[in-house]
């Protein structure tokens, strides 16, 4: 055989294009309150709050009015865009079409935005009243567990679920979200082999069951992380609203300003916003 046989030999490519490791869905639309079909730039959410009844003291006595209280949330809603350009003349050089790859990997994108808005207005300051003007804080004096340099602890799950009680907080619908250090290490680490507990946290590492002291689990990677302190949250479902102008869309088409190149397109306009404080307790955990 030839010593220059290597000149004559061929290339075989392959014919499809893998979309590397990512997070596909989103984890927390589903977790929260999704009001669709808002209009304009902000959408007002009407609310009322909890009364007292009234004993009666005396017979044929006046009859008690109870003022209901009234109050409004309002939801900020902004857009999100996705574009790749696929030249005219590289797509006839190639022997996979990236178009629906492309509009996979836009799809992705979106929805981790989704989490992203719904994660920043756990503890984001809230706007509400009649225009919309009125602030609200998170609750740090009440709602806030901090990290005391440990990790995720039992201790500290036990806490957040009495926080949520103390403020009557309904037990149907209620999350923790947290990252895979505090899920897999640090809860692992601090609960004993042989206890009932160690074996739920162990399942729950495992994926053999997400729900653990009346909360559903939710791991995510795109919890804050500053100054060696994970940010984690316990909260109920109707807590968050994720309101929609529009849900993902896409397009692809010709771009006849760009040499005639095939745009893929996607898009939403989504907002997210706390409506009730008593809801959320942010749970810290150190993490170096």
């Known amino acids: ?54 004993k009666r003291t005396t017979r044929h006595g006046d009859t008690p009015l109870i003022s209901t209280p009234h109050l409004r949330r309002r939801v900020s809603l902004g857009d999100y865009d996705w574009a790749d350009l696929i030249d005219t003349f590289d797509a006839l050089k190639t022997v996979a079409d990236p178009e629906g790859k492309y509009v996979t990997n836009a799809t992705y994108a979106l929805n981790r935005a989704k989490d992203d808005e719904i994660i920043a207005a756990l503890i984001a300051t809230a706007y509400g009243g009649i225009d919309g003007s009125t602030s609200y804080a998170f609750d740090t004096t009440n709602k806030q567990i901090l990290h005391a340099s440990t990790g995720m602890t039992l201790a500290k799950l036990l806490s957040a679920k009495q926080k949520l009680d103390q403020d009557e907080v309904d037990p149907e619908g209620r999350f923790f979200l947290i990252g895979s250090k505090q899920l897999n290490t640090d809860l692992l680490n601090t609960t004993e082999v042989k206890s009932a507990d160690y074996n739920t946290v162990k399942a729950l590492a495992q994926g053999d069951v997400d729900t653990f002291l009346g909360f559903k689990f939710i791991r995510s990677e795109r919890l804050a992380l500053a100054s060696s302190v994970r940010y984690c949250y316990a909260f109920q479902k109707n807590t968050v609203v994720l309101a929609y102008n529009s849900n993902i869309i896409t397009d692809i088409g010709p771009r006849r300003d760009k040499n005639m190149s095939t745009q893929v397109y996607a898009g939403m306009s989504i907002g997210a916003s706390r409506m009730d404080e008593k809801g959320i307790v942010q749970v810290q955990a150190y993490e170096p």
Request: a negative charge.
């Open 1 to 54: 055989m030839s010593f220059q046989i290597t000149t004559a030999m061929k290339e075989q490519y392959n014919a499809t294009i893998q979309v590397l490791m990512q997070q596909k869905e989103s984890r927390l639309e589903a977790a929260v309150r999704v009001e669709t079909g808002a209009f304009g730039r902000n959408e007002f959410f009407d609310q009322i709050d909890s009364t007292a009844a009234v």
